[in-house]
């Protein structure tokens, strides 16, 4: 149990389909995240939320679009994706999210495994 | 840009025995430096934080030691046990901005 939820974990998606991946934390934090791994890779920060707002974008394309519609839930749009993104999609949070600070312990969901055929 | 390197892509130890797993970073030390455990399939878990100005966080089983000069933490599991078997992270904190390692794969052989 780690507080963080996603839905599905499991999704396989066409190139040309729509699908969305949905993450909802339960542990009262103001700060949202979205990354990718990948394969004999680090984890890759995609997108940052704080208290709503996105403070963070880094250089996703936009085949991905994050919807952070109040502190607790996050989704990340999925459209006309490549092969290459295929990956396991991890959502965060934590307690807050301040240029700065340090010592947040990062709490992540079990993932989404996304196929694109 | 920042780089972490996680020695050993595997490491296979004795049930019993203490795991040490590396990880090296380059250019900024970081303000905390954090290790987390990943199972197959699953997100990663936290599991100790240590301070730039720490030496040493224990906490059960787990050891994690800092060293800025040498830019290295060292990460120990003493008594190690098949349980133990995952891929940790070692992960880079310098004010929000989290630098990850590809991780350590640790089998425990009973």
Same mark, same amino acid.
């Given at each position: 149990?780690? %507080?963080?939820?996603?839905?599905?974990?499991?999704?396989?998606?066409?190139?040309?389909?729509?699908?969305?991946?949905?993450?909802?934390?339960?542990?009262?934090?103001?700060?949202?995240?979205?990354?990718?791994?990948?394969?004999?890779? *680090?984890?890759?920060?995609?997108?940052?939320?704080?208290?709503?707002?996105?403070?963070?974008?880094?250089?996703?394309?936009?085949?991905?679009?994050?919807?952070?519609?109040?502190?607790?839930?996050?989704?990340?749009?999925?459209?006309?994706?490549?092969? &290459?993104?295929?990956?396991?999609? =991890?959502?965060?949070?934590?307690?807050?999210?301040?240029?700065?600070?340090?010592?947040?312990?990062?709490?992540?969901?079990? %993932?989404?495994?996304?196929?694109?055929? | 840009?920042?780089?972490? @390197?996680?020695?050993?892509?595997?490491?296979? $130890?004795?049930? /019993?025995?203490?795991?040490?797993?590396?990880?090296?970073?380059?250019?900024?030390?970081?303000?905390?430096?954090?290790?987390? !455990?990943?199972? *197959?399939? !699953?997100?990663?878990?936290?599991?100790? =934080?240590?301070? @730039?100005? &720490?030496?040493?966080?224990?906490? @059960? !089983?787990?050891?994690?030691?800092?060293?800025?000069?040498?830019?290295?933490?060292?990460?120990? $599991?003493?008594?190690?046990?098949?349980?133990?078997?995952?891929?940790? =992270?070692?992960?880079?904190? !310098?004010?929000?901005?989290?630098?990850? /390692?590809? /991780?350590?794969?640790?089998?425990? $052989?009973?």
């Amino acid at each position: 149990e780690t %507080g963080v939820t996603q839905t599905p974990r499991h999704l396989v998606m066409g190139m040309t389909n729509k699908k969305s991946l949905k993450c909802e934390q339960h542990l009262g934090h103001n700060a949202m995240y979205w990354y990718k791994q990948s394969a004999k890779k *680090p984890l890759e920060l995609m997108f940052v939320y704080s208290l709503e707002e996105r403070v963070e974008n880094n250089s996703v394309p936009s085949r991905f679009s994050p919807e952070c519609p109040n502190s607790s839930h996050l989704f990340l749009h999925l459209h006309t994706l490549q092969p &290459e993104d295929s990956a396991l999609y =991890l959502c965060a949070s934590s307690r807050t999210y301040q240029q700065g600070y340090s010592g947040n312990t990062i709490y992540f969901g079990e %993932g989404s495994w996304l196929t694109v055929v | 840009s920042q780089k972490i @390197e996680q020695n050993s892509e595997a490491l296979n $130890i004795q049930e /019993g025995k203490t795991a040490t797993l590396t990880c090296n970073y380059t250019n900024y030390s970081p303000a905390y430096l954090q290790w987390y !455990r990943q199972d *197959p399939g !699953r997100g990663p878990v936290f599991l100790l =934080l240590i301070r @730039e100005n &720490e030496k040493e966080k224990r906490k @059960e !089983r787990l050891k994690v030691t800092f060293d800025t000069t040498l830019k290295q933490s060292l990460f120990h $599991i003493t008594a190690s046990q098949p349980a133990d078997s995952a891929t940790y =992270l070692c992960a880079l904190d !310098r004010g929000n901005q989290f630098y990850f /390692g590809t /991780g350590t794969s640790l089998t425990v $052989i009973p």
